[in-house]
């Protein structure tokens, strides 16, 4: 067929054009100003090309008040139509998350540009499940380095997938340092950061060293006296200015904070910092761990905690403890997200 095409470079194929469209004007697009264009003869390839290509075209049609569907064969069509956002006049849902991770690698929680956060990790799973980007707000900002045993999260979406779904979906996505422990439709005006009513943290210190360890806890090779740390400890907690226990502080800065309990446990080689308060201001919790590890070391007295809460100067303070020993253990609500049923033998478990 090329070499008969080739034969006739000339020739010229007539056909009538459409009423309502401009006459021709030029060589290039016909011969006459007349009801005649000029027709090449590989338009007949292209139109052969446009043809072929018009059922993958209908394929790829969208639902009303949907995306654009997959060309794709059922499968994927199927798999688009389960994870669609929904219509847009679809109710809007809040879902609560709780996450478990491991900091070591992160660059902490919040979104930063060019780092691997946790939010980020989330937030691009769940792009994936839902088609689309939805932004996740958590109960706090964790620093870098440092874990989460529960860390209760939000999102708002008008899915009509049901929230062991998404969970399901999520679990499989997540990279391995993090994991959905819990996932449910909450109650409406629920918020993970606003309606935090205290939060608890945990803080691993161990007695020697254990390279399978090392990246959660902190490894002290000095002895500790755990019962002057738990007297340092109990003068902590109560309504404190924790303004000496501040990573920076700046005019106008809040830094009364409830501490509702405060005190020290020993669990095998290790012993564990808990302290649990309405709120925290930056890096406190570590500040307190390397504070109440001078007192163990006998640098400082236990009775020196109170006046050093009064001097509100971080200078006076013991040093800050690492990143990697502190946990985020737990949030409370004044009202929990509500759970839907799920299918028989799904679980809230963590897997090993």
């Given at each position: 067929?090329?070499r008969?095409l080739?034969e006739?470079?000339?020739?010229?194929?007539?056909?009538?054009?459409r009423?309502?469209?401009?006459?021709p004007r030029?060589?290039?697009?016909?011969?006459?100003?007349?009801?005649?264009?000029?027709?090449r003869?590989?338009?007949?390839?292209?139109?052969?090309?446009?043809?072929?290509a018009a059922?993958?075209?209908?394929?790829?049609?969208?639902?009303?008040?949907?995306?654009?569907?997959?060309?794709?064969g059922g499968?994927?069509r199927?798999?688009?139509?389960?994870?669609?956002?929904?219509?847009?006049?679809?109710?809007?849902?809040?879902?609560?998350?709780?996450?478990?991770?491991d900091?070591?690698?992160?660059d902490?929680?919040q979104?930063?540009?060019g780092?691997?956060?946790?939010?980020?990790?989330?937030?691009?799973?769940l792009?994936?499940?839902?088609?689309?980007?939805?932004?996740?707000?958590?109960?706090g900002?964790?620093?870098?380095?440092?874990?989460?045993?529960?860390?209760?999260?939000?999102?708002?979406?008008?899915?009509?997938?049901?929230?062991?779904?998404?969970?399901r979906?999520?679990?499989?996505?997540?990279?391995?340092?993090?994991?959905?422990?819990?996932?449910?439709?909450?109650?409406?005006?629920?918020?993970?950061?606003?309606?935090?009513?205290?939060?608890?943290?945990?803080?691993?210190?161990?007695?020697?060293?254990?390279?399978?360890?090392?990246?959660?806890?902190?490894?002290?090779?000095?002895?500790l006296?755990?019962?002057r740390?738990?007297?340092?400890?109990?003068?902590?907690?109560?309504?404190?200015d924790?303004?000496?226990?501040?990573?920076?502080?700046?005019?106008?800065?809040?830094?009364?904070?409830?501490?509702e309990?405060?005190?020290?446990?020993?669990?095998?080689?290790?012993?564990?910092?808990e302290?649990?308060?309405?709120r925290?201001?930056?890096?406190?919790?570590?500040t307190i761990?390397?504070?109440l590890?001078?007192?163990?070391r006998?640098v400082?007295?236990?009775?020196?905690?109170?006046?050093?809460?009064?001097?509100?100067?971080?200078?006076?303070?013991?040093?800050?403890?690492?990143?990697?020993?502190?946990?985020l253990?737990?949030?409370a609500?004044?009202?929990?997200?509500?759970?839907?049923?799920?299918?028989?033998?799904?679980?809230?478990?963590?897997?090993?």
């Open positions: 067929m090329a008969a080739g006739h470079r000339d020739l010229v194929l007539l056909r009538p054009a009423a309502d469209r401009e006459e030029s060589l290039r697009e016909g011969l006459h100003r007349g009801r005649h264009r000029a027709v003869p590989l338009d007949f390839l292209h139109a052969s090309r446009r043809l072929a059922p993958r075209a209908r394929r790829g049609r969208s639902l009303p008040g949907r995306g654009p569907l997959p060309a794709g499968r994927e199927r798999e688009a139509l389960l994870n669609q956002e929904g219509p847009t006049d679809a109710p809007l849902r809040i879902f609560r998350l709780d996450v478990r991770y900091g070591t690698d992160f902490g929680w979104v930063q540009p780092r691997r956060t946790v939010q980020g990790e989330i937030e691009a799973a792009a994936r499940v839902l088609q689309g980007r939805v932004p996740v707000i958590g109960s900002r964790t620093d870098a380095g440092v874990h989460a045993l529960r860390q209760p999260a939000h999102f708002r979406s008008r899915t009509a997938l049901p929230a062991w779904k998404i969970e979906a999520l679990r499989g996505l997540l990279p391995r340092d993090v994991f959905v422990v819990a996932l449910a439709e909450a109650e409406g005006g629920f918020h993970a950061r606003r309606g935090a009513r205290c939060r608890s943290y945990v803080y691993r210190i161990l007695r020697g060293r254990d390279p399978l360890l090392r990246r959660t806890v902190w490894e002290v090779g000095f002895p006296d755990l019962a740390m738990e007297e340092g400890a109990a003068r902590i907690a109560g309504p404190i924790a303004t000496s226990f501040a990573a920076s502080t700046r005019k106008g800065m809040r830094n009364e904070v409830a501490v309990a405060s005190g020290w446990r020993e669990e095998g080689s290790q012993i564990l910092y302290i649990r308060a309405n925290f201001v930056h890096h406190m919790v570590r761990v390397g504070t590890v001078e007192v163990g006998g400082r007295s236990p009775d020196s905690i109170p006046a050093l809460l009064a001097a509100r100067d971080r200078r006076l303070a013991g040093p800050t403890a690492p990143a990697r020993g502190l946990y253990a737990d949030v609500y004044v009202s929990a997200g509500r759970a839907e049923p799920r299918p028989e033998g799904e679980t809230d478990e963590v897997l090993p």
